[in-house]
């Protein structure tokens, strides 16, 4: 009975667990950053856990939102789209808020989308934001973010 007992609460909390990590992540702090005329309401994900789950399950972002992605230091940054619903478009932006290269990225792939240099910022959007503002490579972005990195 007890052995019984024990496996019906760890199959209890592993369920639990998934349902959880399925989850999209809504409550990590926020940043304003400006691409030329154009704002945008951006998350921050900043730890390794908070990076790693990035936009996975979310279903729509508004198309003023995004999300960007802060590292400790400059690396080539690679990206996939793992158990991420919604088509994007990753900027990859150095210290100084300068897009160093963007990449559209299909849902549900795992293929590997790189930075063309070292940078600490990823910026994700809704895929075909920055190309109907006109924002490309070798634009610059600002905020509190790149604030004395210039």
């Known amino acids: 009975m007890f052995l019984r007992f024990f496996s019906l609460l760890a199959l209890s909390v592993s369920l639990t667990a998934i349902s959880h990590a399925q989850e999209p992540q809504s409550q990590l702090p926020r940043t304003r950053i400006s691409a030329g005329m154009y704002q945008i309401d951006a998350q ?12 996975m399950y979310r279903k729509e972002m508004p198309p003023t939102e995004g999300m960007v992605f802060v590292f400790e230091q400059p690396a080539t940054q690679c990206f ?18 300068r897009i160093v290269n963007l990449v559209d990225m299909q849902p549900m792939t795992e293929n590997s989308h790189c930075s063309k240099e070292p940078v600490r910022f990823v910026l ?3 895929q075909g934001w920055f190309a109907r503002k006109n924002i490309k490579a070798g634009s610059k972005l600002g905020g509190e973010l790149f604030a004395g990195r210039r």
């Open 124 to 126: 994700e959007m809704n």
């Open 44 to 55: 921050v994900a900043q730890s390794p856990k908070e990076r790693e789950i990035g936009l």
């Open 80 to 97: 996939w789209m793992r158990n991420t619903l919604l088509p994007l478009t990753a900027a990859f932006v150095a210290d100084d808020g």
